[in-house]
């Protein structure tokens, strides 16, 4: 079976982790707040907003906004990833191979503008059918807007389609919008997804090969 698949950006085409701790330990210093890169990294494992709703008593005890530590945050993240930023070993040659065999690309970020940026740098462009960021207003995980959105408008099948992410909000943006789901382990960030209930997934991913072994099914 052809199946298409919508793809999750950081920590699962890309392997962004370790910048994004970076910048925001960092944004968190240039604004006298002790930052500690584990709880940042564990916290961005859930979400991006579950780190900032750690932090915000100490920017409230400041009188600095949210949105302020975010802007700070993505310039930072943006000048410090230009020259690290990468896709995990395989992630190309596999968004080659689904297109070869009939399935179409798509990703889903909650990353802005430069998700365009690098998915061109490193030739995802030419092999996706579409990629929708964060610019473009679509509800958050896992909330399934964004999911549905491209089903409808590309007349994908749900069953034959598979969110692929490495955070539960993956998983359960896919469950919400009745697509398959594959929960990608292969970062080898930590053991998170034990946390995460079967019941989210239809399958766990340590390498991108296996991906051709379901879409064989």
């Known amino acids: 079976m052809a199946y298409n698949v919508i793809w999750d950006f950081d920590g699962t085409l890309f392997d962004s982790y370790p910048v994004m701790v ?18 940042v990294f564990k916290d961005m494992r859930v979400s991006m907003g579950t780190a900032i709703e750690r932090i915000k008593p100490q920017l409230d005890a400041k009188g600095i906004t949210i949105e302020q530590f975010n802007q700070t945050y993505r310039e930072n993240r943006l000048s410090f990833e230009a020259d690290t930023l990468i896709p995990f070993e395989g992630a190309l040659e596999i968004c080659r191979w689904i297109v070869e065999t009939g399935g179409k690309n798509f990703v889903w970020t909650h990353r802005g503008t430069s998700t365009r940026i ?32 491209l089903v409808k408008r590309h007349a994908l099948i749900p069953e034959a389609t598979i969110m692929i992410g490495d955070r539960e909000i993956d998983l359960l943006a896919g469950r919400n919008a009745k697509v398959k789901t594959a929960l990608f382990i292969g970062h080898g960030y930590d053991r998170l997804h034990e946390q995460i209930p079967s ?19």
């Open 22 to 39: 970076k910048s925001f330990c960092y944004t968190l210093e240039q604004y006298g707040i002790p930052s500690n890169e584990q709880s």
């Open 199 to 217: 019941e989210h997934y239809d399958w766990i991913i340590n390498t991108f090969d296996e991906i051709k072994q379901i879409m064989r099914w």
């Open 118 to 149: 690098y998915l061109e740098k490193f030739g995802f462009d030419d092999l996706l059918i579409e990629s929708i960021d964060h610019s473009m207003g679509y509800e958050r995980k896992p909330n399934p807007e964004a999911i549905l959105s």
